[in-house]
């Protein structure tokens, strides 16, 4: 089974990085302009016949062609105030991962702005309670808890049990997994750049393609497309810092943010 999916977080108005999301350099590397995500948008429309579905059909699909995915991950506010409606437009969805204990503060969507998205037949899921650090490195209990607290606290808003969720912070771990399965959750996103998917022990586990602040809308188009040179680009970045991150530990994360400002 594969899917081809894309990873963006906020899009804001030039200048105004602080309007949606959480704040931060690290954070702000991650957010695009409105005008640029609507020419991303564009581009992958140009690119591929088969406009963006929705992951749960993965649960039901067993070969054919790759199942295009849009993801939006932290839950800031610019999944209502911009990126629905450039979506909406093409008659697309998205996937929203909301971090939960950020529902309803500043530069965040609110109960009723969740609700909005689901009505009009976006996917929303669960992006842990707290957004940790570093993921992986939670105890199991922890891992649980992060998963199911943030699941029921979507399905309370919604009115209907939310099974999918995403990875923050790009921490992932088979333990990680296993704990959203522990949790209820049946599909979970990563950010390890493939089109494979596979399961651990009830949840179906996608890898994402993430584009940043300086993508241009070529990656995109080609990614969806299906060219190799940007997906291996993307594969090697990711094993890289992936590498990094093992081996740093904190001082990893301290030396990207020094850098970043």
């Known amino acids: 089974m594969r899917a081809l999916a894309l ?11 602080a309007a949606s999301g959480f704040p931060g350099a690290d954070a702000d590397s991650y ?19 088969h ?15 790759h199942l295009r995915l849009l993801t939006f991950d932290d839950g800031g506010v610019s999944a209502y105030t911009h990126i629905a409606g450039i979506l909406e437009q ?44 570093r993921m992986s490195e939670c105890g199991w209990q922890v891992l649980v808890e992060e998963w199911r607290n943030s699941r029921q606290a979507l399905s309370d808003i919604l009115g209907e049990d939310v099974t999918v969720a995403s990875v923050p912070g790009g921490y992932f ?29 009830a949840c179906l586990v996608i890898g994402r393609y993430c584009l940043r602040s300086g993508t241009r809308a070529a990656t995109a188009a080609r990614l969806v497309r299906g060219d190799w040179p940007p997906r291996l680009r993307s594969w090697m970045s990711w094993n890289t810092k992936k590498a990094a991150k093992k081996l740093g530990g904190d001082f990893y994360l301290r030396a990207r943010l020094s850098l970043l400002r």
């Open 31 to 49: 957010k695009l302009d409105v005008g640029t995500f609507a020419a991303h948008i564009a581009a992958i429309d140009r690119a591929t016949r």
């Open 90 to 133: 093409r008659g697309w969805l998205g996937h929203f991962f909301v971090t939960t204990n950020r529902i309803g503060s500043p530069t965040f969507m609110s109960r009723e702005q969740i609700r909005s998205l689901r009505r009009r037949g976006h996917i929303i899921g669960s992006h842990s309670v707290s957004h940790p650090v």
């Open 7 to 17: 990873l963006y977080h906020d899009v804001v108005e030039p200048d105004d990085r």
């Open 51 to 65: 406009k963006p579905g929705s992951a749960l059909q993965l649960l039901q699909r067993e070969s054919g062609e």
């Open 173 to 201: 771990s088979k333990t990680v997994a296993m704990a959203a399965s522990e949790a209820g959750m049946r599909l979970l996103f990563t950010s390890e750049p493939t089109t494979s998917c596979y399961v651990v022990d």
